[in-house]
């Protein structure tokens, strides 16, 4: 099984008509889902019995501060409060079974635009939950 260094990560976001490609400017991401644990025991069992409930999915993204025209802060800044459209992929190559897209809608939940100390790079460090499901395509 062929395995994979991440170096060339796709991340666009689109709020109204308008799509960003946005991966030069992020440094790390992760996308993440939980299932809520129901449990189902009754009387008479010996064990704790379980089904996976509902999906809880989020994205983490540690970015590169930008304030230019165009860039990080200009696109991301006006739409806190509300859901962004997402696509993400491995790698920038056309979508294919090595290389899914997953696509999702995220709440702006939380933004910092100033990060960092003396000398260092600014940075945003952010944790939004996603609305919905995320959706894998191959194709």
Known sequence: M???????????????????????????????????IVETTSFGDTAKKRLAGLADNNLSLELHQDFASG????????????????EVRPTSAVVGASNPKYTFNAIATEWSPLNGGIGELSTISLSWPIDGVITKATS
């Not at 990560?9 to 960003?20: L, M, R």
């Not at 200009?74 to 997402?86: C, E, K, N, Q």
């Open 2 to 36: 062929a395995r994979i260094v991440l170096t060339d990560c796709y991340v666009a976001v689109t709020i109204g008509v308008t799509t960003t490609v946005i991966d030069d400017h992020v440094a790390s991401i992760t996308l993440q889902t939980t299932y809520d």
């Open 71 to 86: 860039e990080l802060e200009s696109v991301i800044y006006p739409a806190l409060g509300t859901s962004i459209a997402f």
